[in-house]
């Protein structure tokens, strides 16, 4: 079992920065809409830190926000949008970096126009991708823009490419550092979808997998690098919360039939842990109680088995 673990949370973010620590970014819905967390810790490959005590800003991204977008850009963690503290707030506009030690906010020119709930991925030699999410308060205008970050040069920028998933939010998103792979979300109409995408940095490709998890939002994905494969969890459908665990291995997705594992989730956080070879799970509603969680699960991509911590 952890020594130390953060407080519960859902629709917060997790990440690993580069080879480094795993970042989790713990602020949303405990006890509930009104009382955000905004609190950073790290995992040490068996415990959890709250760098709260080493922080120049020990709140961290205000203000204190969900449903943002994070992701390792090459130098950083970079942060960007989410929404505010209520059910109805408008989201933001703002980008952070974190560079091990502390959170700084950056001023890039013609930012990407307010959002939440969109995915971030890092392609090598491009930058940090994003695209889709929700602009406006409540539900949103739901959006299938694509943005590269430049963490390099600090900047934003719009691409035009010829064709793109549907406007989307509740989709899951992670890169092996060449290629994003997309995976399900849901429309405007509420319906939930089950359509498998990658972006190579320039072009977004529909693939047609002989077999895919069923239609799916709110799922969590991350890319094993160990065992080369990316991996899904979790999510509902329109009626059900899923618990399930596929891979991904470029080509063809695959059920994993698992014993002991975590229950059905909805918008967790996990990646992947280089420090421990494991996929790293943590937080999310869970479908027993519809209330966020505070276990820590590590998935095993060698021997595809769960174990909580």
Request: glycine residues 12%; contains cysteine; aromatic residues 12%.
């Amino acid at each position: 079992m952890t020594t130390h673990t953060p407080l519960r949370c859902a629709n917060s973010q997790m990440i690993q920065r580069g080879t480094n620590e795993v970042v989790l970014m713990d602020t949303g819905a405990y006890p509930s809409y009104s009382n955000f967390l905004n609190e950073t810790w790290t995992w040490n490959g068996t415990d959890w830190h709250n760098t709260a005590t080493s922080l120049i800003d020990a709140a961290g991204p205000l203000p204190g926000r969900l449903n943002m977008q994070m992701a390792y850009d090459g130098y950083n963690v970079v942060l960007y949008g989410g929404q505010g503290d209520s059910s109805t707030s408008g989201p933001f506009e703002d980008t952070w970096t974190w560079n091990g030690t502390a959170w700084t906010k950056r001023s890039p020119a013609n930012p990407p126009f307010a959002r939440w709930d969109a995915q971030m991925g890092f392609i090598t030699g491009v930058g940090t991708a994003m695209f889709g999410g929700a602009g406006g308060s409540g539900s949103g205008v739901l959006l299938n823009e694509t943005w590269i970050w430049d963490g390099s040069g600090l900047t934003w920028t719009k691409l035009s490419p010829a064709t793109s998933p549907s406007a989307r939010r509740g989709h899951s998103m992670q890169s092996n550092n060449t290629l994003c792979v997309l995976f399900g979300g849901n429309i405007s109409s509420g319906e939930c979808l089950n359509d498998t995408w990658t972006f190579n940095g320039t072009v977004w490709t529909k693939l047609a997998p002989a077999t895919s998890p069923s239609v799916r939002t709110d799922a969590v994905m991350s890319y094993d690098s160990v065992n080369t494969k990316w991996v899904l969890f979790g999510g509902k459908n329109e009626y059900n919360y899923l618990p399930e665990t596929w891979t991904f291995n470029g080509t063809t997705w695959t059920q994993v039939s698992i014993g002991a594992g975590p229950n059905a989730k909805t918008n967790a956080q996990m990646c992947f842990d280089t420090q421990s070879s494991r996929t790293l799970l943590f937080g999310g509603f869970d479908a027993s109680t519809n209330y966020p969680s505070n276990e820590t699960w590590a998935f095993n991509g060698a021997t595809n088995t769960w174990a909580k911590l």
